[in-house]
């Protein structure tokens, strides 16, 4: 029962009978009953069974009640809403106006029958009825005694049973009185903390002397489960009763302390946030009053003079003393205000005028380019390039302010986007930085590999929660400098997916005509980037998008040769590994035999990175014999080297003159993002019919180069030597070795064809020969590309010869000499010329020219020739 049941008492009842009609507050606490107790006012009787003075008819209509149990000497509120309810208290208000109310076992269930109802209920008589507009009645119906259901004698049109009383024990003692008091006391502590039930029925309540009506008055006011409702109404003895309803409302006080507990603790905080707001106010009164600011008042004194102290352009500077007003016009526990104080201190704190002045001596740029980084000529050509501009533009910036004057399309361009392209480890990174220290400039490096959202580079809108400027922004202001040296790093990394594309968002950053007033999402204000010297990183153009790649100076950094890294190591690899082990310079020396051992046989890569680590390795073994006192001095040559690292990871030529010495193999030249290599193209037959085969993870380029290769040798057949039909019994299966690496590119056409003559001649490859083209169905030579690259993988792993095409010739240009020199280059416009310098001599004689019979190169082919020619 709900505690606020007593609300439904105060509604507008109607009285059938007006004579009927007794005070409220009487028929809650029974006072009719109380009078039958007291022998007053007793019924005379006709020898009927009586319960406390009632007379308990035979037979009674049963009301079925769903989710609640009536008490007898109570009165409860009821609502019947089913027809046949409502037809039983149409026929009882007629009639006796003596109800039988039962509760129903499920309380779910609409039209409950006789099986469904307990056995025992209570007699009780109707005194209100009230038919409201939607057809339903609401009762006010007393308890009187409890019954008990014998049978039931009809279920139409509604049920009918014979009943018998049911009277209750009622003992005495102390324990009872005990147990009485106990239930008063605690309905009075609940009453209190629960506040809706009016006082003065509290008061009568625990006035009254019946300890049996208290029992069932009090349980009637509880929020009860039905089966502990209905087993008080069970329940014959009087401390059987009392002592359930003392378990039940110890629970019931602790779990509403509990509740007001809570309660308390919710209003407490309410209330003292409330008391700061007051005294927040008061205290800004009070120092109005004393002509002092309060704190928010103070903060937005400071943001004025760093607006006013940061010489921001006047776009910025207007967005910023808007901002501010704002800002002063808000509450400092307002939510907005965090956002807006946060805006404003980006918007400060960025280096709208701050700079570093370039250092315009070419000489000590020079030497600083030097002294970081050997070789790399290209590069620094364009750094010296760049400030010999500079200089001259400085010098002569006012005749040039006059021949610009009149111009208002093209605007003057200061900064520089360059893009270092170059495979791994060939110190891209790292020549940001020592340009930066040439230019007397600030360094801020970013890594976008792997980025795919477009916010990281222009920013999130201020809309959003935790919203930031871009990296870019981000940036600049950790240098503090508006013209720093600012370093995109693996800009061939970038990814794009459902938030963006961030190299769209590249291209205004990296536009020479846009960059002046690069806008930021989160800044919402023009930034001048036209000042940065950008130099973005990237190991492969490829994946760089063409708009994007079209804004940027593009500057290759080749592979180093070999002679480049044994220089690299003696001047700034060892010096750095003997610091970073704690070595003294005199303590270890490295021979050239020993360095060239770690390149040859110990490392196989473009740049220097695993060299490093190598010398590093040689490096920790000779701190830790000088740890143990072994020795105080080592002279690294060949052969400690192979004692600190073991067996050799890679051969010079030992392995390609062993694979190459089968018909069928051949060296080819690739291409690769982390620079040249060689590759070997493998060549076998099979007894078959026609089949052709093809593995080592190739694309779709250089499948087709496969079946290209294989179509021009069967159509050449009779002139290379071999018998016209060899393809109608034989399956051929072309392989190119690791596998786990993905290859494609026409460039290995060449070398496909080489490989099947050799096997299908019998006649090996010479083992010094490598080679790159493309061929075509007649068997020309096209160009390819990474010449450069190839060449120096060419020179790393041994080779003596290498075969290219005719038009690749301008690229050795880019070779250094001391490679040229060591190489023999043949140009090559036709396959033919390429078998007669590839294929060794057939076995038994003379070899055949072309290894097609032909007599002689064709005229005009070029003859071998030393590249240095």
């Known amino acids: 029962m709900a505690y606020d049941w007593w609300d439904e008492l105060n509604a507008n009842w109607i009285w059938d009978e007006p004579e009927d009609d007794p005070d409220l507050d009487e028929f809650i606490l029974g006072p009719k009953l109380t009078k039958v107790l ?11 069974p009586q319960v406390d003075g009632v007379e308990v008819p035979d037979e009674l209509p049963i009301l079925p009640l769903r989710g609640v149990v009536v008490y007898p000497q109570t009165g409860v509120p009821l609502t019947i809403g089913q027809p046949r309810s409502i037809r039983l208290v149409d026929d009882a208000v007629s009639g006796a106006r003596l109800v039988g109310l039962v509760a129903s076992k499920d309380p779910e269930k609409e039209n ?5 109802l307990y056995q025992v209920g209570t007699l009780a008589s109707v005194h209100r009825l009230f038919r409201a507009p939607d057809g339903t009645i609401r009762l006010l119906v007393q308890g009187l005694s409890r019954i008990r259901v014998q049978e039931f004698v009809a279920t139409e049109p509604y049920l009918k049973a014979k009943v018998l009383a049911h009277p209750e024990s009622l003992e005495g003692g102390l324990e009872v009185e005990a147990l009485a008091r106990s239930v008063r006391g605690q309905f009075e502590r609940i009453a209190e903390l629960i506040g809706t039930i009016p006082q003065e029925l509290v008061a009568s309540i625990l006035d009254l002397e019946n300890s049996l009506q208290v029992a069932y008055l009090i349980a009637n006011l509880q929020r009860m489960e039905l089966a502990d409702a209905q087993t008080v109404l069970e329940y014959d003895s009087l401390r059987d009763k009392l002592q359930k309803l ?13 509740g007001q507990r809570i309660q308390n603790e919710a209003r407490s905080e309410i209330e003292g946030m409330q008391r700061d707001y007051f005294l927040r106010e008061q205290l800004k009164a009070i120092q109005r009053e004393l002509g002092e600011m309060d704190e928010a008042a103070a903060e937005v004194e400071e943001l004025r003079k760093k607006i006013d102290a940061a010489r921001m352009p006047e776009e910025a500077d207007k967005q910023a003393r808007r901002e501010l007003d704002r800002l002063s016009r808000l509450n400092s526990a307002a939510a907005e205000y965090g956002v807006i104080r946060t805006y404003l201190d980006w918007l400060v704190s960025l280096p709208w005028a701050h700079g570093t002045e370039d250092n315009l001596d070419i000489r ?4 600083v380019l030097d002294k970081d980084h050997y070789g790399l000529k290209d590069v620094k050509e364009r750094i010296l390039e760049y400030l010999a501009v500079r200089k001259l533009r400085h010098e002569r910036q006012d005749e040039l302010a006059k021949s610009t004057r009149d111009d208002t399309i093209r605007r003057e361009r200061e900064g520089v986007i360059l893009c270092f392209v170059g495979p791994p480890g060939v110190g891209k990174t790292s020549l940001g930085r020592s340009i930066a220290s040439a230019l007397g400039r600030e360094f801020v490096r970013i890594s976008l590999g792997g980025v795919r959202d477009e916010a990281e580079i222009r920013g999130h809108r201020r809309t959003y929660i935790g919203a930031l400027p871009g990296r870019i922004m981000q940036a600049l202001r950790r240098v503090e400098s508006r013209n720093p040296v600012f370093m995109l790093d693996e800009v061939d990394k970038l990814g794009s997916d459902f938030r963006g594309d961030p190299s769209s968002a590249l291209l205004e950053v990296l536009d020479p005509e846009q960059n002046s007033e690069f806008r930021d999402h989160y800044m919402e204000v023009a930034f001048d980037l036209s000042q940065v010297m950008f130099i973005t990183t990237a190991n492969s153009l490829e994946s760089i998008p063409g708009p994007l790649r079209d804004r940027m100076e593009i500057i290759r950094l080749s592979s180093y040769t070999e002679n480049d890294k044994q220089a ?10 003997l610091a970073e082990n704690g070595l003294r310079k005199n303590e270890v020396k490295f021979g050239n035999d020993a360095i060239r051992s770690l390149i040859r046989s110990y490392t196989r890569e473009a740049g220097v990175r695993n060299l490093e680590r190598q010398i590093g390795a040689v490096c920790r073994k000779v701190v830790t014999k000088i740890a143990e006192g072994e020795t105080q001095t080592v002279k690294i040559n060949a052969g400690l080297v192979r004692e600190y690292l073991g067996p050799p990871k890679y051969y010079h030529m030992e392995d390609i003159t062993r694979r190459t010495s089968l018909p069928g193999v051949v060296t080819g030249l690739s291409w690769t993002p982390s620079g040249g290599d060689v590759l070997f193209i493998e060549a076998t037959r099979m007894p078959g019919s026609k089949g052709f085969q093809l593995s080592g993870q190739l694309g779709d380029v250089m499948q087709e180069s496969a079946k290209a290769a294989l179509s021009f040798v069967r159509s050449r057949a009779e002139k290379l030597g071999i018998s016209a039909d060899f393809f109608q019994n034989t399956d051929i299966h072309l392989h190119v070795p690791a596998g786990a690496q993905p290859k494609d590119g026409p460039s290995a056409g060449v070398t496909m064809v080489t490989a099947l003559v050799s096997l299908l001649t019998g006649r090996p490859i010479k083992a010094h ?3 790159s083209g493309e061929i075509t169905l007649r068997g020309q030579v096209m160009p390819v590309g990474g010449i450069k690259e190839k060449v120096l993988a060419a020179h790393r792993a ?12 301008v690229d050795l240009e880019e070779l250094p000499a001391e490679v040229r020199s060591k190489l023999e280059f043949h140009f090559v416009r036709t396959m033919d010329e390429v078998l007669q310098v590839a294929l060794a001599p057939a076995k038994g004689g003379r070899e055949r020219a072309n290894g097609a019979g032909s007599k002689s190169p064709r005229k005009g082919a070029k003859k071998p020739a030393k590249a240095n020619a």
């Open 38 to 48: 007291q022998g007053k006012d007793a019924p005379a009787g006709d020898g009927k």
């Open 112 to 116: 409950p029958g006789p099986e469904d």
């Open 246 to 258: 003392v378990e039940f409302l110890t629970r019931e006080i602790e779990v509403l302390e509990v």
């Open 364 to 367: 000590h740029a020079r030497k």
């Open 568 to 577: 690299i190591a003696k001047g700034y690899l060892i010096p750095r590994q």
């Open 769 to 771: 020969v490598g080679m």
């Open 798 to 809: 041994g080779l003596k010869t290498i075969i290219l095409p005719e038009r690749n010739e």
